[in-house]
């Protein structure tokens, strides 16, 4: 079982990206 704080820290790695995608592509992704 893979403890909390990897995959706290995986989602955290994973909105920047989507932040970042988001702020590339204006409102592309919504």
């Not at 909390?4 to 992704?29: D, F, T, Y």
């Amino acid at each position: 079982m893979i403890p909390w704080w990897p995959r706290k820290n995986i989602s955290e790695k994973v909105e920047k990206k989507i932040n970042a995608g988001i702020k590339n592509s204006g409102s592309g992704l919504l």
